[in-house]
């Protein structure tokens, strides 16, 4: 979806492009142009980039055509839509209501397209905290769009949702359980249970049960949209780990901590979500369940080991100060997610890196020896190659060559049988022992470890099928 909405607005620009240059500025073909991009914008997400885009077309089209236009009309609806996914619904208020007005006495007040514009401007309302006008805007919307479009039709859907959501916001959580249930029987009928319109319904529906302390029924819809969000987005969508996060609140809510902290914690799992999404999804929980320590402790994490070992780690900081930071990053994590889970290894791993980086090899090898020991017991091959090709630079870099060698000598061995002779990581530890050989002027000991880096290397080639052609042994 995201890929899609690049080439949209790629295109799209490319476009506005060629018929200003051929038609003009103010041709209609080229406002018309400007509006698809201005829609292309706010559908990727992209409402901030959008607006000004908006705003032109507008004040184009007011002044090339009539203010009441079919086209102006439908342009400042577009920019009231961006107005309000940029937060600034009270700038949509007002052009809502200007649309709202000129649609009832173009249209008619029946008409689908000012339904469709007064459950927009129900919506804005809502957004801008005006909950009472918001209500008696929508239960209209949700009125005409039954009577007219049927309970089905999409607009009706939209309207009888927002209306849901406003009941809850005003206190009527029973009320709202009722229009919410009704409304998610015919959302997963017409629109599937995975659509995303289905899944928001069923989240506000979450928040009602919550709120009318029937646990069963929040964990059993939040239960749900995991399940539907793993399956069409996968494990790594941020509405996935959105999904995951409320299923926690919900056990946390019904009083199942455990089991809640638990699945919180699978967030940052290796071989489910990582990365930022996964860890806002987790202080997210952290904040929902009232745990504000946790949760700002969590967000120090993340800056700090950003700061330290990301990409964008700061040069300003000293070796001591970076080292401090990572040992509080490590402590944390041992305490959040566990002593022995990836992330606190890696973390406290990286101590040790950093003052190997340094030059300061004794105080870097405990904690490199360390690393490597719970690598070894808690991760596999690959993860343990790179801590104890550092531990053993470490070793060299304080004249323990030997410690070196004997450690590397393991690792290879280790690698061969696993991973195979040519496989990257396998190489990489073999280059290393030659170093340390050649360190210890062991010359004959590193020209044969690097004699069968070449032989790995080229059996592996000659074991690769080419196009074409059929596998041949290697030659001898």
């Known amino acids: 979806m995201a890929g899609r909405s690049a080439e949209a607005i790629s295109l799209g620009t490319r476009v506005v492009t060629e018929h200003e240059r051929l038609n003009g500025q103010d041709a209609q073909d080229t406002v018309a142009a400007r509006s ?42 577009v920019l009231a839509g961006c107005y309000a996914a940029a937060g600034r619904a009270a700038e949509a208020i007002p052009l809502a209501e200007r649309v709202v007005t ?50 089905d039709d999409r607009v009706a859907l939209v309207a009888r949702g927002n209306l849901a959501a406003l009941h ?45 302390e029937r646990w069963d ?27 995951r996060v409320e299923l926690a609140v919900c056990h946390w809510d019904a009083g199942r901590t455990e089991e809640a902290t638990v699945l919180a914690r699978r967030l940052v799992e290796p071989g489910n979500p990582d990365g930022l999404s996964a860890y806002a999804g987790l202080v997210l929980f952290y904040e929902e369940t009232g745990q504000t320590e946790e949760a700002g402790a969590l967000r120090r994490v993340v800056a700090d080991v ?17 080292v401090a930071l990572l040992g509080q990053a490590a402590a944390d994590l041992g305490r959040l997610l566990g002593e022995d889970h990836p992330d606190t290894l890696t973390v406290r791993s990286g ?5 190997l980086e340094a030059g300061r090899a004794q105080e870097a090898i405990p904690l490199l020896e360390r690393a490597a020991a719970d690598a070894e017991r808690l991760l596999g091959i690959q993860d343990t190659i790179e801590v104890c090709i550092n531990l053993a630079a470490a070793y060299a870099q304080a004249d323990r060559t030997g410690e ?14 696993t991973l195979g002779p040519h496989h990257r990581d396998t190489q990489e530890a073999r280059l ?27 059996r592996a080639r000659w074991d690769r099928p080419r196009p074409g052609q059929r596998t041949r042994n290697p030659p001898g």
């Not at 029946?110 to 809502?126: F, K, M, N």
């Not at 029924?217 to 999904?243: I, K, Y």
């Not at 070196?404 to 049988?417: G, M």
Request: net charge negative; aromatic share 4%; glycine share 8%.
């Open 36 to 77: 698809n991009l201005t829609a292309y914008y706010l559908q990727a997400g992209r409402a901030a980039e959008a607006i000004p885009l908006g705003e032109r077309v507008v004040a184009d089209r007011e002044r090339i055509l009539e203010p009441d236009h079919p086209h102006t009309l439908a342009s400042r609806s």
């Open 432 to 458: 290393a022992l030659a170093i340390c050989y050649r360190k210890e002027w062991r010359i004959a000991s590193s020209l044969a470890v690097l004699s069968r880096m070449v032989l790995a290397a080229t």
């Open 404 to 417: 070196a060698i004997t450690l590397l000598k393991r690792v290879v061995a280790d690698a061969d049988l």
């Open 306 to 322: 950003a700061r330290v070992m990301g990409e964008d780690r700061s040069e300003a900081i000293g070796v001591d100060e970076k």
């Open 217 to 243: 029924d929040a964990s059993e819809a939040a239960r749900r949209n995991v399940a539907e969000a793993e399956r069409l987005l996968g494990e790594d969508h941020p509405d996935t780990v959105s999904a």
């Open 351 to 355: 101590m040790g890196f950093l003052l």
């Open 168 to 212: 809850f916001e005003a206190g009527h959580v029973d009320r709202s359980i009722v229009l919410g249930e009704r409304l998610l029987a015919d959302a997963e009928r017409v629109l599937g249970s995975g659509h995303p319109d289905t899944r928001r319904i069923r989240s506000n529906l979450v928040d009602a049960y919550r709120a009318s």
């Open 102 to 151: 000129a649609r009832e006495r173009i249209l008619g007040e029946g008409h689908p397209t000012t339904v469709e514009s007064r459950a927009a401007l129900a919506g804005y309302y809502h957004a801008a905290g005006r909950t009472g006008e918001a209500v008696g805007l929508a239960e209209r919307a949700v009125a005409d769009a039954e009577r007219l479009l049927g309970d």
